[in-house]
């Protein structure tokens, strides 16, 4: 389970990362592109959403 946690914990903090990365990058785009970039950044909070829970049902 180790393995597991540290795994998820990992995925989790990339999928913060991004989540940083596409809001910075909105900053310097298009508005269009903003819409897009604000699209892709609540697919990546929904992965966190999903992660930290396969993490607590462990």
């Known amino acids: ?8 914990d990992f995925a ?12 910075e990058m909105k900053k310097y785009v298009t508005p269009s592109a ?9 697919e990546e909070r929904k992965h966190v959403v999903i992660l930290t829970n396969i993490k607590k049902a462990l």
């Not at 903003?34 to 609540?42: A, G, K, S, Y």
């Open 1 to 8: 389970i180790k393995d597991v946690i540290a795994a998820l």
């Open 12 to 23: 989790i903090g990339r999928e913060l990362d991004s989540v940083l990365y596409y809001s």
């Open 34 to 42: 903003q819409d897009l970039l604000e699209q892709v950044i609540e």
